[in-house]
Protein backbone atom coordinates (compact mmCIF):
# COMPACT_ATOMS: atom_id res chain seq x y z
CA UNK A 1 0.00 0.00 0.00
CA UNK A 2 2.15 2.49 -1.23
CA UNK A 3 1.85 6.16 -1.62
CA UNK A 4 -1.06 6.89 -3.31
CA UNK A 5 -3.49 5.20 -1.27
CA UNK A 6 -4.95 8.01 0.65
CA UNK A 7 -8.79 7.63 1.26
CA UNK A 8 -10.14 4.70 -0.11
CA UNK A 9 -11.44 3.40 3.10
CA UNK A 10 -13.49 6.37 3.44
CA UNK A 11 -16.18 5.68 0.43
CA UNK A 12 -15.42 2.68 -1.32
CA UNK A 13 -18.29 3.52 -3.59
CA UNK A 14 -16.29 5.68 -6.31
CA UNK A 15 -18.36 7.91 -8.08
CA UNK A 16 -18.88 6.29 -11.47
CA UNK A 17 -21.66 6.79 -14.20
CA UNK A 18 -23.87 4.08 -15.09
CA UNK A 19 -24.65 3.07 -18.84
CA UNK A 20 -22.50 0.94 -21.27
CA UNK A 21 -20.41 4.24 -22.86
CA UNK A 22 -19.09 4.73 -18.81
CA UNK A 23 -17.26 0.90 -18.95
CA UNK A 24 -13.35 1.47 -18.77
CA UNK A 25 -11.62 1.08 -21.85
CA UNK A 26 -8.96 -1.93 -20.19
CA UNK A 27 -10.21 -4.94 -18.34
CA UNK A 28 -9.70 -4.64 -14.45
CA UNK A 29 -6.81 -7.41 -14.41
CA UNK A 30 -4.72 -4.97 -17.07
CA UNK A 31 -4.62 -2.76 -14.65
CA UNK A 32 -4.67 -3.81 -11.65
CA UNK A 33 -1.44 -5.22 -13.57
CA UNK A 34 -0.77 -1.33 -14.26
CA UNK A 35 -1.30 -0.68 -10.67
CA UNK A 36 0.90 -2.76 -9.62
CA UNK A 37 4.04 -2.35 -11.65
CA UNK A 38 3.61 1.53 -10.98
CA UNK A 39 3.39 1.25 -7.07
CA UNK A 40 6.43 -1.56 -7.67
CA UNK A 41 8.58 0.69 -9.79
CA UNK A 42 8.08 4.03 -7.24
CA UNK A 43 10.82 2.85 -5.29
CA UNK A 44 13.19 2.38 -8.13
CA UNK A 45 12.14 6.22 -8.85
CA UNK A 46 12.76 7.40 -5.24
CA UNK A 47 16.25 5.74 -5.36
CA UNK A 48 16.85 7.73 -8.99
CA UNK A 49 15.22 10.89 -7.47
CA UNK A 50 17.61 11.24 -4.45
CA UNK A 51 20.46 10.77 -6.75
CA UNK A 52 20.25 14.42 -8.19
CA UNK A 53 17.71 15.76 -5.49
CA UNK A 54 17.67 15.98 -1.49
CA UNK A 55 14.70 13.49 -0.19
CA UNK A 56 12.20 16.21 0.60
CA UNK A 57 12.76 17.98 -2.68
CA UNK A 58 12.16 14.36 -4.29
CA UNK A 59 9.29 14.44 -2.13
CA UNK A 60 7.73 17.96 -2.53
CA UNK A 61 8.38 16.81 -6.28
CA UNK A 62 6.62 13.99 -5.92
CA UNK A 63 3.60 15.44 -4.69
CA UNK A 64 3.61 18.73 -7.08
CA UNK A 65 3.45 16.23 -10.11
CA UNK A 66 0.98 14.13 -8.50
CA UNK A 67 -1.38 16.84 -7.57
CA UNK A 68 -1.41 18.58 -10.87
CA UNK A 69 -2.42 14.97 -12.67
CA UNK A 70 -5.26 15.27 -10.05
CA UNK A 71 -6.36 18.85 -9.91
CA UNK A 72 -6.72 18.60 -14.18
CA UNK A 73 -8.69 16.17 -13.59
CA UNK A 74 -11.03 17.67 -11.02
CA UNK A 75 -11.11 20.67 -13.87
CA UNK A 76 -12.16 18.23 -16.46
CA UNK A 77 -14.84 16.68 -14.00
CA UNK A 78 -15.83 20.47 -12.82
CA UNK A 79 -14.97 19.02 -9.30
CA UNK A 80 -15.00 21.56 -6.23
CA UNK A 81 -12.80 21.86 -3.59
CA UNK A 82 -14.57 20.56 -0.34
CA UNK A 83 -16.16 23.33 1.93
CA UNK A 84 -16.11 23.50 5.59
CA UNK A 85 -12.76 24.18 7.92
CA UNK A 86 -13.51 21.38 10.10
CA UNK A 87 -12.91 19.18 6.60
CA UNK A 88 -9.87 20.91 5.67
CA UNK A 89 -8.53 20.60 9.31
CA UNK A 90 -8.95 16.64 8.64
CA UNK A 91 -7.55 16.67 5.42
CA UNK A 92 -4.72 18.54 6.56
CA UNK A 93 -3.76 15.79 9.38
CA UNK A 94 -4.43 12.98 6.48
CA UNK A 95 -2.22 14.73 3.85
CA UNK A 96 0.89 14.63 6.40
CA UNK A 97 -0.11 11.22 7.92
CA UNK A 98 -0.76 9.50 3.97
CA UNK A 99 1.60 11.95 1.98
CA UNK A 100 4.01 14.38 3.57
CA UNK A 101 5.48 12.09 6.02
CA UNK A 102 5.56 8.63 4.47
CA UNK A 103 6.55 10.35 1.10
CA UNK A 104 9.84 12.14 2.61
CA UNK A 105 10.53 9.73 4.90
CA UNK A 106 10.94 6.82 1.66
CA UNK A 107 13.39 9.23 0.34
CA UNK A 108 15.52 9.50 3.42
CA UNK A 109 15.32 6.13 3.47
CA UNK A 110 16.51 5.43 0.23
CA UNK A 111 19.78 7.30 0.98
CA UNK A 112 21.38 4.33 3.02
CA UNK A 113 19.10 1.42 1.98
CA UNK A 114 18.75 -0.34 -1.39
CA UNK A 115 15.15 0.48 -3.09
CA UNK A 116 14.16 -3.58 -2.56
CA UNK A 117 14.73 -3.18 1.34
CA UNK A 118 12.37 -0.30 1.25
CA UNK A 119 9.70 -1.79 -0.89
CA UNK A 120 9.43 -4.71 1.21
CA UNK A 121 9.40 -2.47 4.00
CA UNK A 122 6.25 -0.90 3.16
CA UNK A 123 4.45 -4.44 2.97
CA UNK A 124 4.44 -4.25 6.43
CA UNK A 125 1.89 -1.49 6.33
CA UNK A 126 -1.09 -4.12 6.90
CA UNK A 127 0.90 -5.85 9.59
CA UNK A 128 0.67 -2.20 11.47
CA UNK A 129 -2.87 -1.67 10.73
CA UNK A 130 -3.63 -4.87 12.05
CA UNK A 131 -1.93 -4.01 15.38
CA UNK A 132 -3.31 -0.36 15.38
CA UNK A 133 -7.20 -1.32 14.57
CA UNK A 134 -7.17 -4.31 17.12
CA UNK A 135 -6.72 -1.17 19.96
CA UNK A 136 -8.29 2.20 17.43
CA UNK A 137 -11.02 0.33 16.06
CA UNK A 138 -13.78 -1.57 18.49
CA UNK A 139 -15.85 -2.92 15.09
CA UNK A 140 -12.71 -4.67 13.90
CA UNK A 141 -12.66 -7.50 16.19
CA UNK A 142 -9.68 -10.11 16.02
CA UNK A 143 -9.92 -13.60 15.13
CA UNK A 144 -6.92 -15.92 15.99
CA UNK A 145 -6.43 -16.42 11.82
CA UNK A 146 -5.68 -12.94 12.16
CA UNK A 147 -3.39 -12.70 14.99
CA UNK A 148 -1.94 -15.50 13.42
CA UNK A 149 -1.05 -13.87 10.40
CA UNK A 150 0.43 -10.49 12.59
CA UNK A 151 2.08 -13.12 14.37
CA UNK A 152 3.66 -15.11 11.27
CA UNK A 153 3.92 -11.34 9.41
CA UNK A 154 6.09 -9.71 11.61
CA UNK A 155 8.57 -12.84 11.92
CA UNK A 156 9.30 -12.28 7.82
CA UNK A 157 10.50 -8.71 8.83
CA UNK A 158 12.43 -10.21 10.97
CA UNK A 159 13.99 -12.69 8.76
CA UNK A 160 14.46 -9.99 5.77
CA UNK A 161 16.33 -7.73 8.34
CA UNK A 162 18.34 -11.22 9.36
CA UNK A 163 17.87 -10.80 13.16
CA UNK A 164 19.34 -14.27 13.54
CA UNK A 165 22.33 -12.71 12.30
CA UNK A 166 22.65 -9.10 14.70
CA UNK A 167 21.15 -7.51 11.46
CA UNK A 168 24.41 -7.26 10.53
CA UNK A 169 25.36 -5.14 7.22
CA UNK A 170 22.11 -3.42 7.66
CA UNK A 171 21.73 0.48 7.77
CA UNK A 172 19.43 0.26 10.83
CA UNK A 173 18.33 4.01 10.60
CA UNK A 174 17.51 3.88 6.97
CA UNK A 175 15.40 0.32 7.85
CA UNK A 176 13.71 2.11 10.91
CA UNK A 177 13.01 5.20 8.22
CA UNK A 178 11.39 2.64 6.11
CA UNK A 179 9.19 0.95 8.95
CA UNK A 180 8.59 3.88 9.87
CA UNK A 181 6.73 4.99 6.70
CA UNK A 182 4.61 2.14 6.23
CA UNK A 183 3.40 2.53 9.56
CA UNK A 184 2.20 6.13 8.96
CA UNK A 185 -0.07 4.94 5.98
CA UNK A 186 -2.62 2.61 8.60
CA UNK A 187 -2.37 5.48 11.12
CA UNK A 188 -3.46 7.96 8.35
CA UNK A 189 -6.10 5.37 6.92
CA UNK A 190 -7.49 5.07 10.17
CA UNK A 191 -7.78 8.89 11.36
CA UNK A 192 -9.46 9.43 7.74
CA UNK A 193 -11.77 6.59 8.74
CA UNK A 194 -12.82 8.18 11.90
CA UNK A 195 -12.83 11.62 10.66
CA UNK A 196 -14.07 11.75 6.97
CA UNK A 197 -16.38 8.31 6.56
CA UNK A 198 -19.33 8.71 5.02
CA UNK A 199 -18.35 12.28 3.61
CA UNK A 200 -20.19 14.13 0.97
CA UNK A 201 -17.37 15.20 -1.20
CA UNK A 202 -16.14 12.33 -3.69
CA UNK A 203 -12.83 10.01 -3.57
CA UNK A 204 -11.43 12.82 -6.47
CA UNK A 205 -12.12 16.12 -4.32
CA UNK A 206 -11.32 14.79 -1.08
CA UNK A 207 -7.88 13.17 -2.34
CA UNK A 208 -7.01 16.05 -4.86
CA UNK A 209 -7.54 18.36 -1.75
CA UNK A 210 -5.53 16.49 0.08
CA UNK A 211 -2.47 16.62 -2.16
CA UNK A 212 -2.38 19.89 -2.29
CA UNK A 213 -2.12 20.41 1.34
CA UNK A 214 0.68 18.16 1.65
CA UNK A 215 2.71 20.07 -1.49
CA UNK A 216 1.82 23.21 0.71
CA UNK A 217 3.21 21.45 3.86
CA UNK A 218 6.51 20.52 2.24
CA UNK A 219 6.81 23.38 0.09
CA UNK A 220 6.78 25.64 3.42
CA UNK A 221 9.49 22.81 5.21
CA UNK A 222 11.42 21.89 2.56
CA UNK A 223 13.36 25.50 1.39
CA UNK A 224 14.04 25.08 5.74
CA UNK A 225 16.17 22.40 5.19
CA UNK A 226 17.58 22.08 1.58
CA UNK A 227 19.21 23.80 -0.88
CA UNK A 228 18.14 24.74 -4.38
CA UNK A 229 20.37 22.27 -6.35
CA UNK A 230 22.88 24.33 -8.64
CA UNK A 231 22.16 21.98 -11.73
CA UNK A 232 19.32 19.73 -12.85
CA UNK A 233 19.98 16.15 -13.94
CA UNK A 234 17.88 15.07 -16.50
CA UNK A 235 17.30 11.54 -15.18
CA UNK A 236 16.79 12.25 -11.68
CA UNK A 237 14.54 15.05 -12.85
CA UNK A 238 12.44 12.78 -14.84
CA UNK A 239 12.17 10.18 -11.84
CA UNK A 240 10.94 12.48 -9.76
CA UNK A 241 8.16 13.51 -12.40
CA UNK A 242 7.13 10.25 -13.11
CA UNK A 243 6.66 9.33 -9.67
CA UNK A 244 4.01 12.11 -8.99
CA UNK A 245 2.81 12.09 -12.49
CA UNK A 246 2.88 8.07 -12.45
CA UNK A 247 3.09 6.88 -9.04
CA UNK A 248 0.77 9.18 -7.20
CA UNK A 249 -1.73 10.67 -9.38
CA UNK A 250 -2.01 8.63 -12.26
CA UNK A 251 -2.16 5.75 -9.80
CA UNK A 252 -4.87 7.08 -7.23
CA UNK A 253 -7.11 7.82 -10.38
CA UNK A 254 -6.74 3.63 -11.53
CA UNK A 255 -7.10 2.71 -7.83
CA UNK A 256 -10.47 4.50 -7.45
CA UNK A 257 -11.52 2.69 -10.82
CA UNK A 258 -10.77 -0.57 -9.86
CA UNK A 259 -12.09 -0.60 -6.05
CA UNK A 260 -15.38 0.83 -7.75
CA UNK A 261 -15.54 -2.56 -10.32
CA UNK A 262 -14.68 -4.85 -8.00
CA UNK A 263 -14.40 -3.90 -4.42
CA UNK A 264 -11.63 -2.75 -1.83
CA UNK A 265 -10.45 -6.53 -1.21
CA UNK A 266 -9.47 -7.63 -4.21
CA UNK A 267 -8.64 -3.81 -5.19
CA UNK A 268 -6.15 -3.64 -2.31
CA UNK A 269 -4.56 -6.71 -3.02
CA UNK A 270 -2.37 -5.26 -5.50
CA UNK A 271 -0.08 -4.70 -2.08
CA UNK A 272 1.06 -8.05 -2.12
CA UNK A 273 2.94 -7.23 -5.51
CA UNK A 274 4.20 -4.04 -4.76
CA UNK A 275 7.34 -5.61 -2.99
CA UNK A 276 7.92 -8.14 -5.60
CA UNK A 277 7.86 -5.67 -8.58
CA UNK A 278 10.13 -3.58 -6.45
CA UNK A 279 12.84 -6.26 -5.71
CA UNK A 280 13.09 -7.45 -9.15
CA UNK A 281 13.37 -3.75 -10.73
CA UNK A 282 16.10 -3.17 -7.71
CA UNK A 283 17.54 -6.41 -8.97
CA UNK A 284 17.66 -6.26 -12.57
CA UNK A 285 17.86 -2.28 -13.27
CA UNK A 286 19.84 -0.26 -9.86
CA UNK A 287 22.11 -4.06 -9.63
CA UNK A 288 20.98 -3.93 -5.82
CA UNK A 289 22.27 -7.01 -4.13
CA UNK A 290 19.94 -9.23 -2.42
CA UNK A 291 20.85 -12.15 0.12
CA UNK A 292 18.61 -15.35 0.65
CA UNK A 293 16.75 -14.02 3.37
CA UNK A 294 15.15 -10.68 1.67
CA UNK A 295 12.57 -13.27 -1.12
CA UNK A 296 12.30 -16.19 1.94
CA UNK A 297 11.33 -12.97 3.98
CA UNK A 298 9.16 -11.21 1.89
CA UNK A 299 7.03 -14.09 1.10
CA UNK A 300 6.43 -14.71 5.31
CA UNK A 301 5.25 -10.80 5.21
CA UNK A 302 3.23 -11.15 2.53
CA UNK A 303 1.44 -14.49 3.61
CA UNK A 304 0.84 -13.03 7.06
CA UNK A 305 -0.23 -10.09 5.48
CA UNK A 306 -3.23 -11.88 3.32
CA UNK A 307 -4.31 -13.73 6.77
CA UNK A 308 -4.38 -10.13 8.32
CA UNK A 309 -6.72 -9.68 5.86
CA UNK A 310 -9.15 -12.39 6.31
CA UNK A 311 -12.62 -12.14 7.10
CA UNK A 312 -14.31 -14.20 9.54
CA UNK A 313 -17.00 -16.60 8.18
CA UNK A 314 -20.65 -15.20 8.04
CA UNK A 315 -22.92 -17.93 10.36
CA UNK A 316 -26.31 -19.23 9.41
Not at 95 to 118: D, Q, R
Not at 290 to 302: D, E, F, H, R, Y
Request: proline share 5%; glycine share 10%; aromatic share 8%.
Amino acid sequence: MVAGMSTTTTRPQVEVAAGPDSRPRLDWRLRFGLLSLIWGFSFLLIKLGTEGFAPLQVALGRLFFGTAVLAATMAVKRERLPRGIRTWAHLAVAAFLLNALPFSLFAYSELTIPSTLAGICNAASPLWGMALSLVALSEDRPTRVRVAGLGLGFLGVLTVLGAWQGFHGLNATGTALALLASLSYPVGWIYVRRTLAGSSHSHLCLTGTQLLLATIQLAIVTPLFTTMPSHFRLLPLLAVAALGTLGTGVAVLVQYGLVAEVGPTTGQMVTYFIPVIAAVAGVAILGESMSWSTPIGAVIVLAGAALTQARPRAKG
